[in-house]
């Protein structure tokens, strides 16, 4: 008697998931290249707008690609044939020469920049690859000489993070940010009407400022001689912020706490969805940076790219701990790591930000002016630090899978 084939109900899912983001990032991709080629022949001279939408076509494109295999995957899983396991030969090698050209593509990207016309399609390009390469030779570098998961599962982590995570982040981040702001125009009301008009007037400016810099900078700088509003910055971009990412970008590791996760597999799969998270918010901050400011920006992403793969794989190992030992004390030490330098990094990216707001502020003056001033350097020993974790990870995990060791 024949055993009827049974479903398997995560490649279901994951067909879905992938199936579904390919088609909205194809139309969306679409939409934007229409937007963007019907807003240049009716304006010529809006090449920036024209630039932001062909940079969302690029993502859009890049998204599609990134859940393309999890839905290959799931269609041969579904099939009953055997998953291939898709691993490159001599992958350290590309990964070390992709991460050698990172710097090439930065340097081109500047004089790329400054022609306008060519910069339209090369830019964002040049982007992906900045954002990308390094992503790639993170998570090539510390898997090397480790066995691995399926790439159905490693794919599904990628898929899942982008569809379900990233979405679910951004609105819990535009709900606080939502209830923050209504309580603080509430407290306006209560206690200070007159400021309450003010901030109606303000908030017109910046709406009416076209995305001008400059202009941004005019109108919030006055702001900032107020101690209450750069400390409520922080509090919220170095506190909150990180507090919440951490506790989220995991979220698709969760599935597999039922079958407890071996620290490797909880370390890995964190990287994974920290990646899929950086490459999202990476991408996504440079669709419309200005062509003087491109290069800096492109730096600071790598930063924060290596910030979210080393904080996600440390909470990552802290969840497998937890759930195949019972050592809910090393998940709460890894969240309060990953915390502590996701705080420590968003601290010091506003102080290299508010540089051109320490001017006019007398508190950044008085106080905060040397860690301005040394806040460049802070993120770059961060960084520096966040990648000998990873290192280290790597020597670690493989004495972990010694014979002597099992």
Not at 11 to 37: D, E, H, P, R, W
Not at 161 to 174: Q, R
Not at 357 to 382: K, R, T, W
Request: glycine fraction near 8%.
């Amino acid at each position: 008697m024949e055993t009827k084939p049974t479903i398997h109900w995560p490649s279901i899912g994951m067909l879905v998931l992938s199936g579904g983001g390919i088609f909205l990032s194809s139309l969306t991709g679409g939409l934007f290249l229409f937007l963007g080629v019907f807003g240049f022949i009716q304006d010529p001279s809006e090449t920036s707008q024209f630039q932001g939408m062909i940079n969302l076509v690029v993502i859009s494109s890049l998204v599609a690609l990134v859940l393309l295999p999890s839905a290959i995957f799931a269609v041969i899983r579904l099939m009953g044939k055997p998953v291939p396991q898709w691993r490159l030969a001599h992958e350290s090698t590309w990964a070390n020469i992709g991460i050698v050209l990172v710097p090439v593509l930065i340097v081109s990207g500047i004089f790329v920049s400054m022609n306008r016309y060519i910069s339209f399609i090369l830019l964002p390009l040049l982007q992906i690859g900045i954002v990308i390469l390094p992503l790639i030779w993170l998570l090539v570098t510390t898997r090397r000489n480790l066995s691995l998961s399926s790439s159905q599962h490693n794919w599904g982590l990628a898929t899942f993070s982008l569809t379900v995570t990233v979405p679910f982040i951004i609105f819990t981040e535009a709900v606080i940010v939502l209830v923050l702001v209504v309580a603080g125009v509430m407290y306006l009301k209560t206690w200070n009407p007159g400021l309450t008009q003010e901030f109606s007037v303000t908030l017109n400016r910046l709406m009416s400022s076209g995305g001008d810099n400059e202009a941004i900078l005019r109108i919030i700088r006055p702001y900032f001689s107020q101690p209450i509003v750069l400390y409520s910055v922080f509090a919220v971009m170095a506190g909150l912020i990180p507090l919440m990412e951490e506790l989220l970008k995991p979220l698709a590791l969760w599935f597999f706490a039922s079958r407890p996760l071996t620290p490797k597999e909880g370390f890995l799969g964190g990287m994974i969805c920290g990646a899929a998270f950086a490459l999202f918010e990476s991408l996504g901050s440079l669709v419309s940076i200005e062509a003087v400011s491109w290069a800096s920006v492109a730096i600071g992403r790598i930063g924060t790219g290596i910030l979210h793969v080393t904080a996600s794989g440390l909470v990552g190992w802290g969840m497998a701990k937890a759930w195949s030992e019972g050592r809910i004390g090393m998940l709460a030490g890894a969240y309060i790591a990953a915390f502590g330098l996701h705080s420590l990094w968003n601290l010091s990216a506003l102080m290299t930000g508010f540089r051109e707001l320490a001017q006019a502020s007398p508190v950044m003056v008085n106080s905060l002016i040397g860690i301005v001033q040394a806040s460049p350097f802070v993120l770059v020993m961060l960084a520096s630090f966040m990648v000998s974790i990873l290192m280290k990870a790597n020597i670690l995990l493989q004495k972990a899978e010694l014979p002597e060791n099992n």
